[in-house]
């Protein structure tokens, strides 16, 4: 069956500093990958998605990155985080060359920016 | 206009009662169609996928109205474990992106 796994569950990090968040998925091959926010009391924003191994598609300008190095890894970065980055960070994956597929989400990343 | 409506709630229903939830959609091309659950603080989790004929799962019914254009969660004898953010949740034909709505929060009373 098929996995995903998101870390860290938590962090705390200042204004300023760098940001790398990973997802990894097992059990599948060439999964749809993307990243979402959300912030406190609000809906599901798409940050990121990718169909494959170095196709990254950006859903919204802002000063964060995303990069898949490899077919089931999916990394959201930042150089310098921002107070308005604080969220609730999701990575989800749905099954590729099917269409209309359900998203399966990871566990989450809480992040505070102080 | 949004492109998913859900009205936000929140509905505080007593356990054992039934509820429904609407969800409207703007674009009528749309092809598929789930309902999340979120609980609090949580990832969401698909709850079920909404078929054209509608579809039951245990105490869950989903139906869908494409000429109306909006779907709907009925939860009958509702427990307490019930209680979370409901997403509707729509998705056009051959885009790899799921258009999620804000939620309805269901809160189950005692």
């Known amino acids: 069956s098929q996995t995903i796994h998101q870390w860290p569950a938590t962090l705390v990090q200042p204004v300023g500093s760098p940001l790398s968040l990973e997802c990894t998925v097992e059990g599948t091959s060439n999964p749809n990958l993307y990243w979402y926010r959300q912030a406190a009391g609000r809906g599901l924003q798409l940050l990121f998605y990718?169909?494959?191994?170095?196709?990254i598609s950006s859903e919204v300008p802002q000063n964060l990155s995303a990069s898949r190095p490899q077919d089931r890894q999916f990394i959201l970065s930042s150089k310098k985080l921002l107070l308005s980055d604080s969220g609730f960070y999701l990575c989800?994956?749905?099954?590729?060359?099917?269409?209309?597929?359900?998203?399966?989400f990871g566990d989450g990343t809480r992040l505070s920016i102080l | 206009r949004k492109e998913v409506e859900q009205d936000p709630g929140p509905f505080n229903v007593p356990e054992g009662a039934t509820v429904a939830f609407n969800c409207t959609y703007s674009n009528s091309a749309s092809q598929s169609f789930f309902w999340y659950r979120q609980d609090c603080r949580k990832e969401p989790k698909l709850l079920m996928s909404v078929y054209s004929s509608g579809n039951e799962d245990g105490r869950f019914t989903a139906q869908l109205n494409r000429a109306s254009q909006y779907i709907s969660l009925l939860i009958r004898d509702s427990k307490l474990s019930d209680s979370a953010t409901y997403l509707c949740?729509?998705?056009?034909?051959?885009?790899?992106?799921?258009?999620f709505g804000t939620g309805t929060r269901l809160t189950i009373i005692p």
């Open positions: 949740v729509v998705n056009l034909l051959g885009n790899e992106k799921l258009t």
């Open positions: 989800a994956w749905s099954g590729a060359g099917v269409s209309n597929q359900p998203q399966h």
């Open positions: 990718s169909v494959g191994i170095g196709q």
